[in-house]
């Protein structure tokens, strides 16, 4: 006769236990990953009146010269505090006292040690706008 194999209940209780979490942990994964796409696909349209030096939005700053405007978020990347200070092209973040270069977006003081994310930029000569999208330039 053959022997059937079983699975005890404390088995059986892990393995559910283990589906469900991975269910969950993929659940997860999928909406920051959406949240993500849509955030990136998002469109912000500047003028040509930016002013010289650093204009703050809520998520990015604009950096303008004589020939150029770059877009950084403003998150730090130190542990992702809001910067919305600077002086001349000196950002200062107010959490633990990272600085950044505004034009760059190089860190100049720790604890932060890697740059400020750029995120595109491009001049559309179809409606004489600056866009923004919160999608990282790599
Ligand atoms: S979060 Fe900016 S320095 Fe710590």
């Not at 950096?63 to 950084?72: E, P, W």
């Amino acid at each position: 006769m053959e022997k059937q194999k079983t699975i005890t209940r404390n088995s059986f209780i892990h393995i559910v236990t283990g589906l469900i979490l991975g269910l969950v942990a993929w659940i997860w994964i999928k909406i920051t990953n959406f949240q993500t796409e849509q955030e990136n696909s998002l469109e912000f349209r500047h003028g040509q009146d930016i002013p010289m030096g650093i204009s703050f939005f809520e998520k990015y700053y604009l950096y303008r010269t004589k020939n150029s405007v770059r877009a950084f978020l403003t998150k730090c990347t130190h542990a992702g505090c809001r910067i919305n200070t600077s002086t001349g092209s000196l950002l200062q973040c107010n959490c633990h006292g990272s600085q950044f270069d505004a034009e760059t977006g190089k860190p100049l003081k720790g604890p932060a040690i890697k740059p400020l994310q750029e995120i595109e930029c491009k001049f559309d000569n179809a409606t004489s706008l600056w866009v923004v999208r919160l999608k990282p330039i790599a």
